[in-house]
């Protein structure tokens, strides 16, 4: 839930609400949180974020390896809370964003909620979304939320974040930032009259943003935040951000420090993030996440699992990916509207055509077709035969989780990109993977989304 965080005594007892909130308040330390990881999507790209971890947005570099239906997430809460008596709160912050992803996020909240009455539900998001959904947040039972808003400033923003995929179209540069900042501030301002508790998270970055923080803070403060979470920036190389491979560091102790103090003159600041997994069980600073092994097993997300491709070694390593696309041009097809598959073969030479294939179209339009559907996939998913990447606008957990069951590793992360681009994109990343590995059998396909 983009951090787990203490603040203040006074802001405490200010809000009794906090009091009993690990993720608001030191003294409530013996309760435990559950994350609940059902938002695969993401409608933003920050440079600090590889869609390997959970998104630093939610503020933990740390692997997720599976993702669960609503169904499954209620059954998990239930199997923890039977374990851990004192889970107290449960949290949706990814592995995505939670609002990119609604109808699992609400679906999920509901179920969670018929099954305890005294539990504080929590969600985690970039904003960009939020000001569509803060009354269904609300009516579902949602008092805790925490919005990561990194900058006011679009000059900034065009810094963090290279795209935003907002009303059917990909923003970038000054112009993405500037949306997703107007929106996050509405969205803010519309949680707070609501009556939700609202912390906000920024990612404290050197050189870009960290003369910036005090302006957000007295920004925030203003439309009605609680708290705030001046939270470092994770930098390390090792995770392939675009931030840690361009060289980027992260603050010190003392930068870090000195942003806090200049942010806590207009809010009450945060300042022992345990930086959760989206996935997350237990105390704060403990990781209990196989604790309900005996659970039903769900899907991977490709996410620090073998894709198959060293199964069948070929002498030139390839990548094969199939695209859903409207007219062969862009990335803007459901996969469940899909009548083709264009497909493409990556090597580390080169990006080359590959004949289509034909499938038959599942998905009739909105009315049947949601986040979760249920409607047959089975032609679509035996299409992808052989397949190791898929990218497409819109999938439901569902056909997700059957196609990584087969071996395919779904992407919506390019959603809006020409087909160009976003393969010139994918062979980048997994060319990168592949020089970073010190053997070809360690090699991975979640590497590249």
């Known amino acids: 839930m983009g951090g787990s965080c203490s603040t203040n005594d006074s802001v405490v007892e200010l809000n009794p609400k906090m009091a009993t909130h690990p993720c608001y308040s030191k003294q409530a330390h013996q309760y435990a949180r559950i994350h609940l990881p059902v938002a695969p999507a993401c409608n933003i790209q920050c440079n600090y974020c590889n869609r390997k971890f959970d998104c630093s947005n939610e503020s933990r570099p740390g692997v997720v390896s599976k993702l669960l239906a609503p169904a499954q997430a209620a059954e998990r809460y239930r199997k923890v809370k039977a374990r851990i008596p004192e889970t107290k709160v449960v949290g949706i912050a990814g592995p995505g964003d939670p ?48 919005i990561t808003i990194n900058c006011i400033d679009a000059d900034i923003g065009a810094q963090i974040y290279p795209w935003i995929y907002f009303d059917h179209r990909r923003l970038r540069g000054r112009q993405g930032a500037q949306t997703l900042i107007d929106r996050q501030l509405a969205g803010l301002k519309a949680a707070a009259e609501q009556g939700m508790l609202v912390k906000i998270n920024t990612v404290l970055i050197p050189g870009i943003n960290d003369h910036h923080v005090a302006a957000v803070a007295s920004e925030v403060k203003r439309l009605g935040a609680a708290l705030h979470n001046v939270m470092p920036l994770i930098a390390e190389a090792e995770h392939g951000t675009y931030f840690g491979l361009m060289g980027q560091r992260s603050p010190t102790e003392e930068e870090l420090a000195k942003a806090r103090e ?150 919506t992360d390019f959603t809006g990109m020409t087909i160009k681009d976003a393969l010139q994109g994918v062979q980048a990343k997994w060319v990168a993977s592949l020089a970073n590995s010190a053997d070809y059998a360690d090699d991975k396909i979640g590497e590249v989304i």
């Not at 998001?125 to 925490?146: C, F, I, P, S, Y």
């Open 99 to 146: 609002l990119a992803n609604p109808a699992s996020t609400l679906a999920t909240l509901k179920a969670v909620a018929k099954l305890e009455d005294d539990i504080h539900l929590c969600v985690s998001t970039n904003g960009l979304n939020l000001v569509d959904h803060a009354k269904a947040l609300r009516e579902v039972g949602v008092e805790h939320l925490t």
């Open 262 to 411: 200049e942010a806590g003159v207009s809010m009450a600041q945060m300042s022992h993030c345990q930086q959760c997994r989206a996935d997350a069980v237990g105390r704060l600073g403990q990781d209990c996440s196989d604790i309900d092994q005996d659970a039903e097993p769900a899907a991977d997300l490709g996410h620090g699992r073998s894709s198959g491709l060293e199964s069948e070694r070929d002498p030139e390593r390839r990548l094969v990916v199939a695209v859903a696309s409207r007219h062969g041009q862009f990335i803007d097809q459901h996969f469940g509207h899909a009548t083709r598959f264009h497909l493409y073969q990556l090597t580390e030479q080169g990006i080359s055509d590959m004949p289509d294939r034909e499938v038959s179209q599942y998905c009739s339009g909105e009315d049947t077709c949601t986040d979760d559907e249920s409607s047959p996939v089975a032609d679509a998913i035996a299409a992808l035969k052989g397949v190791d990447m898929l990218l497409c606008s819109r999938l439901g957990i569902g056909p997700w989780q059957a196609l990584e069951a087969e071996g395919v590793a779904p992407s």
